[in-house]
T-cell receptor, first 114, second 114 residues
């Protein structure tokens, strides 16, 4: 059974055209994360939500924003995608932000920017 | 800042043989956790094994075991009796005891030959 679901799996957008990626979870976890993974590179954390509290990483560009309307859903908004934003975007969840808690990953959304 | 290094971009192993993937990390913290994640092609990342830094005993999960050398800051993954389904990208990751961010290594692509 899918636990962390990401839609769509593949997204194509045009340079500068806003795009939204979706993540949902059936685990009822309190924490949801968004990672960016560029080709052949390691995932890099963009931000995370602990319940409704938003935590942005210091080097995450302003172009990236997130919304979490409820426990189950979290969205990644890219306001004006550039060619450099083409990547796999991974959503993950954990029960708490504690280091001991495992993060569960979704299958990712591969974003192409034309 | 913590860094995680995987020096082997690609590895290959014959089916049923044993392979070891290397990982080193750099940290000044004493409380932290280490993880190996597996990312099969076009599938989601899943946790393979984890190690708490305060534990001297090496973690084991079925065919997967680690060699944790805290003084050397080394955390290698050994896969015994390799199976075709083990073919994937493997990421080593670090998480501070005080934080919730996963810092990933660059990954090692493991190929399993029948």
């Amino acid at each position: 059974d899918a636990m962390v679901i990401q839609n769509p799996r593949y997204q194509v957008t045009q340079f500068g055209k806003p795009v939204t990626l979706s993540c949902s979870q059936t685990l009822n976890h309190n924490v949801m994360y968004w990672y960016q993974q560029k080709s052949s590179q390691a995932p890099k954390l963009l931000f995370h939500y602990y319940d409704k509290d938003f935590n942005n990483e210091a080097d995450t560009p302003d172009n990236f924003q997130s919304r979490r309307p409820n426990t189950s859903f979290c969205f990644l908004d890219i306001r004006s995608p550039g060619l450099g934003d083409a990547a796999m975007y991974l959503c993950a969840t954990s029960s708490t932000p504690l280091s001991t808690d495992t993060q569960y990953f979704g299958p990712g959304t591969r974003l192409t920017v034309l | 800042a913590q860094t995680v290094t995987q020096s082997q971009p690609e590895m290959s192993v014959q089916e049923a043989e044993t392979v070891t993937l290397s990982c080193t990390y750099d940290t000044s913290e004493s409380d932290y956790y280490l993880f190996w994640y597996k990312q099969p092609p076009s599938r989601q990342m899943i946790l393979v094994i984890r190690q708490e830094a305060y534990k001297q005993q090496n973690a084991t999960e079925n065919r997967f075991s680690v060699n944790f050398q805290k003084a050397a800051k080394s955390f290698s993954l050994k896969i015994s009796d390799s199976q075709l389904g083990d073919a994937a990208m493997y990421f080593c990751a670090y998480r501070s005891g005080a934080g919730n961010m996963l810092t990933f290594g660059g990954g090692t692509r493991l190929m399993v030959k029948p």
